[in-house]
């Protein structure tokens, strides 16, 4: 059978409880991949578009993406690992349903950890890991070279997630669109995600996994966090400020500070070892002068 014939017309589509199942149904080889929505983005064009079961085909991936990649790099590494319990840092999917869906989900890309990095957060991506249990499938064939079919595929196939080698109209669109986004989120604060926690479950798993930390390393992650704001609020106070630590997770907002009638959100960052880089005392008696109130 035809390679878009297998992509297009599969006998099986995979929701993403299923290839996190174990054993996973992935295969650990190079090819192709093609996703199909329940639930199209706002805004996506679907006219030509393919669709089976009340799906509609909208994206096409392979895996690797030359002959020059690691070997590790495969069918499963993709689908798995990136795509299904990555971010729109280290997927491409991600990144583009996380833009089209802003609206909806209210976590546009951030900056986060050291700045380099550009994601939707925990809270973004676990709010996509749930999007996608419910409305994105995925079909796969292996392929020793797929990027010598991927060009074929993408020409003949209305794929309007698609961007690269992609003569669809909303492929510009689309790219614009990815771009505008990213640079809103560098011109945005590094998204404070101390307090976040994403969980992760396999199909029959009762056992989640956070990503990044296990619930160990989270707990002092937590305590540093809320000795850090319970330093600042004191330190405030003695300054004749009222202040209060929000005990949840605010975006942008660990303390809210009070004085002559003006309200001052702050950020608060902690570390629990190492060189801060900053001398403390240089800040512990410092004069804090409030705008007046209007």
């Known amino acids: ?12 589509l995979y929701s993403r409880s299923a290839v996190l199942s174990q054993p996973c149904p992935v295969p650990q080889d190079r ?13 996506v064009p679907t006219d030509g578009c393919i669709t089976k079961d009340g799906l509609t085909l909208l994206y096409v991936g392979i ?17 798995k690992g990136e795509h299904f319990k990555g971010n729109a840092d280290g997927s491409t999917l ?18 986060v950890g050291s700045g380099k990095r550009i994601t939707l957060t925990h809270l973004g991506e676990q709010w996509l890991d749930d999007w996608m249990e419910e409305n994105a499938f995925v ?26 080698d992609n003569d669809h109209p909303f492929a510009k669109q689309l790219s614009a669109m990815r771009s505008e986004a990213k640079r809103v989120a560098k011109e945005m604060p590094i998204a404070n995600e101390d307090n976040q926690q994403r969980k992760k479950k396999s199909k029959g798993d009762d056992n989640s996994k956070l990503e ?7 707990f002092k992650t937590q305590i540093s966090a809320q000795i850090g704001e319970s330093i600042v609020v004191a330190e405030l106070g003695r300054h004749d400020i009222v202040a209060t630590a929000f005990a949840g997770n605010v ?8 004085a002559n009638g003006k309200s001052v959100p702050l950020q608060v960052k902690a570390q629990k070892t190492g060189n801060p880089g900053v001398d403390a005392e240089k800040y512990l008696n410092i004069h804090f002068v409030l705008p007046p109130y209007n």
């Open 31 to 43: 090819g192709l991949y093609a996703w199909f929505f329940k639930e199209v983005p706002p805004g």
């Open 63 to 79: 895996c690797p993406k030359n002959d020059k990649v690691k070997k590790n790099r495969n069918l499963r590494t993709r689908i």
């Open 212 to 218: 990044k930390t296990d619930v160990g390393r989270s």
């Open 139 to 164: 079909c796969w064939v292996k392929h020793p070279a797929p990027w010598e079919v991927e060009k074929e595929i993408i020409e003949n196939v209305s794929l309007p997630l698609n961007i690269r």
């Open 1 to 12: 059978m035809p390679i878009i014939s297998q992509l297009t017309n599969p006998p099986i």
């Open 94 to 111: 991600r990144q583009t349903l996380g833009v089209l869906l802003t609206e909806q989900s209210d976590f546009p890309l951030r900056r």
């Open 251 to 258: 975006p942008d907002i660990d303390i809210l500070a009070y």
